[in-house]
């Protein structure tokens, strides 16, 4: 089983940008979907973004659609979320996922996710 390592959380302002970073480790990636979910206090988990480690394919959730790219470094087994334009709404703990055998339909569905990170959180706010 993958184990993953996410950072990059923080504070930032309406409008500002951050980078979250997820360390994969303990196994080949190809053949495997990597995701970022959030939950704010009192919401359900939401889907964020995925990406699909061999083909690059990327998927994303509505609301962060235009404004937020996740990517990987197949050097660093790392996958990347880039996020600009952040909101007081995108505030929540971010946590990086990963499966193998991920279909397309279950992509936006955590429970299709056995590895979890730990969480990073973000705060958007002036």
């Known amino acids: 089983q993958v184990q993953l390592v996410d950072s990059g959380g923080g504070l930032v302002q309406p409008g500002g940008s951050l980078r979250l970073s997820c360390a994969a480790s303990g196994r080949t990636l190809s053949g495997y979907t990597l995701a970022w979910f959030r939950q704010a206090p009192g919401k359900e988990r939401e889907f964020v973004a995925a990406?699909?480690?061999?083909?690059?394919?990327?998927y994303y959730g509505e609301s962060v659609k235009g404004r937020f790219t996740i990517s990987r470094d197949g050097a660093e087994n790392t996958v990347y979320l880039q996020m600009n334009s952040l909101q007081p709404e995108d505030t929540a703990v971010y946590s990086c996922a990963a499966s193998s055998g991920v279909i397309v339909s279950s992509t936006y569905n955590s429970a299709s996710y056995r590895s979890w990170g730990r969480g990073t959180q973000v705060t958007v706010s002036s």
């Open positions: 990406i699909r480690w061999s083909s690059r394919s990327t």
